[in-house]
């Protein structure tokens, strides 16, 4: 049975920082993709951060200069930094793999990230 679970997030002060990780388990995901996912209420869930097989990232606009993805494959964990928070960060933040961004195959049940001005 394929897993994803996130850990980490929690409350913030606005310019601070927090991380977030994402265990996954099940399969091996080193072919995947992997990125976190974000849903504030009232609000369409966005990607915020992936990475793919290769090492390369994407970041939204949103976050970069801000954000860092990276991944252990041998842990099949993928970890998010997040720094400069902003009280527009918060939301549930969700991890995902899947070969292709706009439809990833796995998800996990999220983890809330709260941002305090």
Partial sequence: ???????GGGLAQAGGSLSVSCAASGRTFINYAMGWFRQAPGKEREIVAAIYWTGSTYYADSVKGRVTIYRDNAKNTVYLQMSSLKPEDTAVYYCAAGTKLSSMDYWGKGTQVTVSS
Avoid at 1 to 7: D, K, P, S
Wanted: zero cysteines; hydrophobic letters at 55%; proline letters at 0%.
């Fill in 1 to 7: 049975q394929v897993q994803l679970v996130e850990f």
